[in-house]
């Protein structure tokens, strides 16, 4: 029965099919799609990342989303979203200063998921070879 997740990952399993652990393929995913969402409120496209991380569920796209809502003046909202972050809501930073502080939380996660990522490959064995034993394969 195909799980509807995509031939990459199997339903029953912790690992992708190409070996990755799958919280750190899905952590990988999701720090693009933070960068990109950050990306567009640095351009002040707030509709684009608005839609980015509206079909997000972790605490750093609810905190992406709180402040968008900020930005927008809907308090009441923000509120909610910076709830769900585990972030206290306030008016008084900046959504530059805001924005510096998400990108950071980034940037600490991004060398443990490439020090994972080393971890897994040089503990991977590779093929046996086979050696030379003087007789020739006919």
Known sequence: MNSGIGSRFSA???RCDDGRDFSAAFMTLSAGKHRKA???LRRN???KAHAIVMG???KLAFRIHGLLHRIEGDLDNARYWYDRSGVPFSKSK???SEIKK???VLE????ATSAAAATRTGTRRSRPTRSSSGRSRA
């Open 102 to 104: 998400i990108a950071a």
């Open 38 to 40: 950050l990306s567009h």
């Open 56 to 58: 997000m569920r972790d």
């Open 45 to 47: 496209e707030w509709d």
């Open 108 to 111: 600490r996660r991004a060398p």
């Open 94 to 96: 900046s959504a530059a």
């Open 12 to 14: 029953t399993a912790s």
